[in-house]
């Protein structure tokens, strides 16, 4: 049987009616829900690595292995339900595809000169009592922030020719290719550690990604047909099944951790995760939809050279100075703060670049969405 390609399975479709359907589900608001938990599990995963010391994780010593504790399970089993935040982001961005133009490609490096503009700003007021730094070197480094920005604008250049060449292939082809480039990912940058995939923390696995979201959005297959709560199940699951298998490999003297963005299971967390919130009907909520605009703000913000170190130092003190449940509950209080707070200041952004790109672009809406 010969596969039409994707671009011409649903010619026979009236174009009025198929753009009207495309508007009306870019306007709900399930995945713009997971943009905002997405960025909420960043902040998780990043204030879980400063609960984890030595001690917490069980230990190897003399072949005789130590039971761990509630809280280092607990830690294993945050770390692994929040590890999933990156592909979520990625999978968003290949479902609804990125369209490249010159002034959205434009917003992303205004984003981020306005966030590294801003934070100096918060690092140069004498109150906060922020160490000494050299402005230009300062400036110039949060300009290269990490790798996730970097992978992302390597992605967006691209994302012409991904979209050329998942419009060239049928649903099959384009699942059989997300299996190659996987199996491939797994045996080769996972186990085999190629630096071409430097760990998943690179542009070559976000466009496999973004591919992957491309391809929930034509795939017929059952198993990504149940019910959105099965796929909760299999996301939460996913992450006990993590914590076992890092309990089973330390029990055996194997130090190495199945924490990775190319362990084949948090992907398979991701793509159920992100099926949980593709399925679940809430409509269109405004108020989402304005957090959501504003998600990539707080990665710019706290991950930010200056900013990123005192986020933490104030997570590991709360770590210190409560119990460790409690110390969880302030942390996600602490999330909302930072969260709400770069919202509020990202609607400055939003305004200014409105006023930029009418300007220069001549565009009335200059939001980008990531």
């Not at 797994?186 to 190629?194: A, K, Q, S, V």
């Not at 047909?225 to 298998?245: E, M, P, W």
Request: charged share 15%; hydrophobic share 50%.
């Amino acid at each position: 049987m010969k596969y039409k390609p994707l671009h011409y399975q649903n010619m026979n479709i009236n174009s009025n009616a198929k753009n009207k359907k495309k508007n009306k589900e870019a306007r709900k608001s399930n995945l713009e829900l997971l943009r905002i938990v997405a960025m909420l599990l960043v902040l998780l995963t990043h204030y879980v690595s400063t609960r984890i010391s030595i001690e917490e994780y069980p230990l190897v010593s003399n072949s005789v292995f130590n039971i761990p504790s509630f809280h280092s399970i607990l830690n294993m089993e945050l770390e692994s339900l929040s590890f999933v935040c990156v592909n979520c982001f990625v999978l968003i961005s290949g479902y609804f595809r990125i369209k490249f133009k010159w002034h959205s490609f434009a917003n992303l490096f205004f984003q981020i000169l306005f966030w590294s503009l801003f934070c100096i700003l918060i690092a140069s007021l004498p109150f906060l009592k922020f160490p000494d730094f050299p402005l230009l070197k300062t400036f110039i480094t949060s300009l290269t922030w990490g790798w996730f920005v970097q992978g992302y604008i390597i992605l967006f250049i691209f994302s012409p020719v991904l979209n050329a060449f998942i419009d060239s292939c049928s649903e099959k082809q384009l699942g059989t290719y997300v299996f190659i480039f996987y199996l491939l990912s797994t045996i080769g940058g996972y186990l085999m550690l190629w630096t071409d995939f430097h760990k998943g923390m690179s542009a070559l696995s976000l466009m496999g990604i973004y591919l992957t979201g491309a391809y929930l959005r034509h795939t017929t297959l059952k198993i990504f047909s149940l019910k959105a709560t099965y796929d909760l199940l299999f996301y939460l699951a996913g992450g006990v099944i993590i914590v076992c298998l890092n309990i089973a490999m330390l029990s055996v003297g194997i130090h190495i951790s199945p924490y990775g963005y190319l362990n084949p299971m948090i992907i398979l967390m991701s793509v159920f995760l992100f099926l949980f919130f593709k399925k679940t009907e809430i409509g269109h909520k405004r108020w989402i939809n304005r957090f959501a605009a504003s998600a990539f703000s707080i990665y710019l913000f706290h991950c930010n050279v200056l900013i990123g170190p005192h986020i933490s130092s104030m997570w590991s003190k709360i770590n210190l100075q409560f119990p460790p449940l409690f110390s969880l509950l302030i942390a996600f209080i602490s999330f909302v703060i930072i969260y709400t707070f770069c919202t509020l200041v990202d609607r400055l952004r939003i305004y200014c670049w409105h006023y930029v790109s009418t300007k220069v672009f001549n565009y009335d809406d200059a939001r980008v969405r990531l």
